[in-house]
């Protein structure tokens, strides 16, 4: 193709929801389109395949334009939340089928007596579970060679009882994979179209049960996640996108969704890494490194770290409330959010949550039959929110129901007014977020009062100024479109592939050469998962870190490999102590060890979207007057009431004021002042900063 | 201070908003002791814990990982403000103390306990505890299986200055240093819990400002006041009664051939729990005896169990209790008698407060859990002549409920420690494991079926190794509820390389040899209700999971 248009080049992000698929569209060097259709639950990838004609139709994007399409998705999540996953089997080293069930022993709710299982059985109960022959020891020799009629006799069980996929998980396989690959062999060449996860592959580090789980799970959400990827792909094809698909892994890097499916573990925090990745590229439009971000929605508040520039991981996280072993962005979930309930207890105390109204019949003010005075109840009745111009009008408020109810529920026993009832249902809530947002700094060993707070979520600029305060943050930015940011997300992230080794060995003394050859070893695998994806090798950038901890811990950190220092040994142990310095507190002189390896291939991702440029619109800037109620004060007191797309660049102003837009509204309290970038975020500030 | 005023200073709001700062707090306060500790046992075993308390020593807010740590500092900051009275104590002092004749628990729990000050005012008191991986002693650890008194147990604390406004006591750490084997680590773990103090402080004397220190008192009392309100209405809805309970530990492991006997007569009367221990066994000559801390642990535990989770834990929980524990016995020993493994005895008295409860809260407390948190510890040296220990603790199966089968293989009740991986075993110590298996038939029969125990076999694979082992539940099953069956006990056996084999009688400490084998069966938990009332279905299932076998289905459920 020659012509003119063939040159048009277009990228574009689907993000999956609960209730909403969103899909960002941008051309490079042009304009950022964006548009929002209801999530179809049967099966989300129609929505997906709905929306390219709406792109073709609404802005005249032919498919063949369409370079790269990147994708958030919910299906391993959801796969196992509604555990929908595949039936499958595992087959472990003779003696160790249990150690799925068994676990580490340990619960999680120490005061209850009637107890539920921890581990997730669910995956493979023992009928499911398989032992055969076979043993390495520590060192990854063999003791009992592999029992190959075992194997073939097992997998033939459990195909007999229709399982979908394979999980095989043997001791030390972290060390020496020959028998779990001797075994796939044999199972593949017997049930060419079985499944299989192999534990040395997922996850090849020390503790069975750890690597099993994780092996059980990958197996468990691999059918799923590959029909549903194959059907989206099928779909993209009929619709003449030959661009990739690309998929966004827990890590927050993008992955071909044939690597995806073949690794389905890895996307269990799919959409929440987009989201986090968006709020990355909020903070650098705003030439902000360091941030935290709170989505608070209907039910809970997500909260996450960037530190320079970068989304903080964690190497463990949790699904359904079962630690996986399988490294995420550390997004924090608490039970608090616009839903959640207000009550007294027994000896008159106000509470607020963990109970939430939902959606159905949600706050008592979405007039749907909700008796329960919600937050979001209370942010009414204080004047926050616009009844008409809730969600952007799609619902309409019922202001009398709100006030009512918060009168009825809290305020008439507490004997006070409806409204300071109302403020002190915000001040519990505020209160609540704020030691979770602490939590998760002290974790990660950071002083919230040196970040920038990004509000996100419908609820998250109703509570931004006032979180601020209790944490002494100094800063926020709300981003200008923080509805659609998990989608923007997905066109400024990485394509990203980590690749991960057993490598034990004390750090005083390293062989250099032993540790260059394992990194070649990954290397190799991680350069061909690269290649798969059409990149050029030159836009390829490698980093190596290494899992250090001292001699007799048993957990580690993961610190950055420097192999081009003159010292590696000795730079890669000053790092370790300064990074345990900084997470607990302390470090000593102690001699300390390597326990893995990482090598992470990464190529292209820029989270400056130069697209996110804007225009203010037409129009009157102040809509009028509302009085509010805010914290601090004893009667209402009149705030401007600002239309945000009206606000042009360099526009600033003092609160009390509120700031009303689509997709949220942002409270700026007394003692704030607001002042629009140049990329349209709205900053506040603390007067006297 | 006019009536209104003192309602619109306590106004409801406030005092919620100060509770969950506190519990902030005090979460706070536990990540910083949990991550900046050095030891694995804090890490991976949890043992430690912060608290915040009123300045007259009740427990304002805590955080626990595990429950037996609960309340067990409010007999030790009790005996700190009575060596050291409020008014002599001055900004930046923090006490320190272990002795458990004294309020402690046992010698490796070190506390450490600073007042907080503002405007020159003792308006609360921040504390933090952590089992500490030696103090001293007649062995590594300070855990001595075969201790006769507390003083081969390791070093004991008075009550003392750790820091004198804000300077270290240097006699007392040098002391300290040269009585443990690991200076360096008890010393970081020291200083862990100092920077959990300092958080608390630091954020608690915040909170007081910005409130007015007569304020935050005043919503501290609230705070107790109301949890005791919300403990007593929940108390009351169980029937008014005396109920008692009578169970066993297997012995104490210098006299193998004497049980240990725990009676409890629990009565719950117009909003109060009284636990009477009258009955129990005598002290024993083995580290199994429990001081009080001990028995408030439990007795608070199985009040918070039973009564509603939401209510927040403070003192206000506890103030309902009172405990009746007879000098000289098990439960309330008399020094010099040694107490350092009390852990198994906690769980006994806990078991049995909550075993005299089962009846008559069916819905709420199960039938007895497996009651077992097998100790094991291997010691040797490698080839090249460098030393080695590495063990674990192991659990049973829990209790069945009303409506729900037990679980297999978990940790019950006061403790919640973590298994070791069979590959960290083997990468660390010259010991093979063959298997880690859901044990076959020990759950307890029942309409609802008790959680299995586990089977695990280790091969030596170098010696000599000296080997201890610490079981409960060898001679006395768990028992189960509303004719439900008991669970199957636990056992335990070394097989010698060279064919002789000797059962462990619960208690044992060994020297194996290569080739020599131990297995373990860790006890199961207790069935709920009449196995022949068993569900066909879940009957089947057991079957084919080989959880139930086919002989037991027929001997004990009916099965045709």
Sequence with gaps: ?????????????????????????????????????????????????????????????????????????????????ERKGARIGLITTAGFRDVLEIARQWRTQVYRVVLQPEAPVFLAPRRYRKEVPERLDATGAVLTPLDEEAVVRAAD???????????????????????????????????????????????????????????????????????????????????????????????????????????PVRLFLSGPAAGVIGGQIVGASAATDNLITIDIGGTSADIALISRRKPMLRSEGVIAGHAVRVAMVDVTTIGAGGGSIAHLDAAGGLRVGPHSAGSEPGPACYGRGGQEATVTDASVVLGYLDPDFFAGGRLKLVPDKAAETIERRVAKPLDMTTAQAALGIHRVLNTQMAEGIRLVSVRQGIDPRTYSLVPLGGAGGIHATALSRELGI?????????????????????????????????????????????????????????????????????TYSADVCYIGQSYNLEIPLHLDDPDPAGRLYRDFLEAHDRIYGHSVDSPAKIVGLHAVHRAGGSDVLEEMRFAPIDGPKELGRRDIMVAGETAFVAAVVYDRDALPEGFAFAGPAIVQQSDTTTLVEPGWSGIVDAAGNLILTRDGE | MTKSAANRELDPITVEVVRNKLEGIANEMQQTLLRSSFSPIVKEGLDASSSLFT???????????????????????????????????????????????????????VALVQPVFVGGRPIAISAAMTHHQDMGGMAPGSIP????????????????????????????????????RIPDAVMGDLNAQLAACNVGARRIAELAADLGDNHALAIFDELLDRSEKLTRAALKSIPEGTYRYVDFNDNDGIELDKNIRFEVAVTVKDGTFHCDFTGSSP????????????????????????????????????????????????????????????????????????????????????????GEMLALMFGGHYRDGAAFVTGELIAGGSGAGLES?????????????????VEAMEIDAPIRVHRIALRQDSGGAGAQRGGLGVVKEYEILDGDISFTYRGERHFFASQGSRGGGEGAKAYAVIKRVDGDEEVIPSKMMATLKRGDRVVIETAGGAGNGAPTARDRTALATDIADGKVSVEQARAQYGQA
């Design chain 1, 157 to 263: 069980e459990l195909v007999k009882e229709g399982v979908e996929a394979i999980a095989i998980s043997f001791l030390f396989s972290f060390k020496n994979p020959a028998h779990e690959r001797q075994a796939a062999d044999l199972i593949r060449a017997r049930h060419p179209g079985l499944m299989l996860s192999l534990s040395h592959e997922v996850d090849p580090a020390f503790r069975e049960y750890e690597r099993t789980v994780v092996t059980a799970f990958d197996a468990y959400v691999k059918p799923r996640v590959d029909s549903y990827l194959a059907r989206l792909e099928g779909g993209l094809a009929q619709a003449g996108i030959s661009a990739p698909l690309q998929v966004m892994q827990s890590r927050g890097g993008l992955a071909s969704a044939r690597v995806a499916r073949d690794r």
């Design chain 2, 283 to 370: 002290q024993v000559r083995g580290p199994f005896n429990c001081v009080p801390s001990g028995s408030l642990a439990a007795a608070c535990y199985a009040v918070r169990a039973v009564t509603d989770p939401d209510i927040p834990t403070n003192a206000g929980c506890f103030r309902p209790i009172s405990l009746a524990l007879p000098k000289g016995s098990v439960v309330n020993p008399l020094e010099p008698a040694p107490v350092n493994s009390r852990t198994s005895t906690i769980k006994r008295i806990t078991g049995c407060i909550l075993g005299a409860l089962k009846d008559v809260l069916p819905e709420r407390v199960p039938a007895d859990n497996s």
């Design chain 2, 55 to 109: 300045i007259r020593g009740e427990t304002l807010a805590q955080a626990t990982a595990i429950p037996i740590h609960l309340a067990t500092l409010i007999p030790i900051i009790e005996k700190i403000l009575q060596v050291y009275p409020l008014a002599t104590m001055k900004q930046g002092d923090v006490y320190c103390m272990n002795d458990p004749y004294l309020g402690g628990t046992h010698l490796p729990d």
């Design chain 2, 405 to 421: 089968d037990g679980v297999d293989v978990i940790e019950t009740d006061v403790t919640n420690c973590m298994n070791l991986p």
């Design chain 1, 474 to 542: 100094r800063r926020i930015i709300v981003p200008r479109i923080p509805g659609v940011l998990a989608a923007a997300g997905l066109l400024a992230a990485p394509i990203e592939h980590e690749v991960s080794a057993d490598f034990a060995t004390p750090i005083k003394g390293l062989d250099l050469a032993a540790l260059r050859d394992k990194l070649r070893e990954i290397d190799k695998r991680a350069a061909q998962l690269i290649a798969a994806e059409k990149v050029e090798a030159a836009a390829v950038t490698i």
């Design chain 1, 1 to 81: 193709m020659t012509s003119a248009a063939s040159q048009r080049s277009f990228e574009i992000g689907v993000d999956i929801g609960g209730t909403f698929t969103d899909i960002v569209c941008r051309e490079a060097g042009g304009a950022m389109h964006v548009i929002k259709v209801p999530t179809t639950r049967g099966d989300p990838s129609e929505a997906v395949i709905k929306s390219i004609a709406e792109i073709r139709d609404r802005w005249g994007i032919g498919a063949h334009e369409v370079t790269r399409f990147t994708h958030g998705t919910t299906v391993a999540t959801n796969a196992v939340l």
């Design chain 2, 145 to 180: 299986t075969n201790a006769t008194e507390i003083f081969q147990e390791g070093l004991r604390l008075p009550p003392l200055k750790f820091r004198d406004a804000g300077k270290y006591n240097e006699t007392l750490v040098a002391i300290i240093r040269q009585n443990v």
